[in-house]
């Protein structure tokens, strides 16, 4: 549980959290006043993908304690046989 509360936690945070500053640097580099609607879609893909690709490896952390766990579970199995 808790690995996959650390992967939505840390995605969400640095998607949010990423947002507001890649708006504005797309903002500031096409040199509008006003956010365009292209802007945000930009802004928002990029934090996305920066979110991503920081909170998969979390992801997969989580995959592999299951693995592990199953495994475990089927040795004990094959033990009391």
């Known amino acids: 549980m808790f690995p996959s509360l650390l992967r939505e936690g840390s995605y ?3 998607r ?3 947002y507001e500053p890649f ?9 509008s006043k006003e ?3 292209l802007s945000k879609i930009l802004a928002g893909a990029g934090s996305g993908a ?5 909170a998969n490896p979390t992801g ?3 995959l592999f ?3 592990n766990y199953h495994n ?10």
């Not at 708006?23 to 040199?31: A, D, E, F, Q």
């Open 60 to 62: 997969s952390i989580e």
């Open 50 to 54: 920066v979110g991503a690709a920081i």
């Open 72 to 81: 475990l579970k089927i040795e004990k199995k094959k033990k009391k046989i």
């Open 12 to 14: 969400s945070t640095l």
């Open 35 to 37: 956010t365009s609607l």
């Open 65 to 67: 304690k299951i693995i």
């Open 16 to 18: 949010m959290g990423f």
């Open 23 to 31: 708006r504005n640097y797309i903002s500031n580099v096409t040199g």
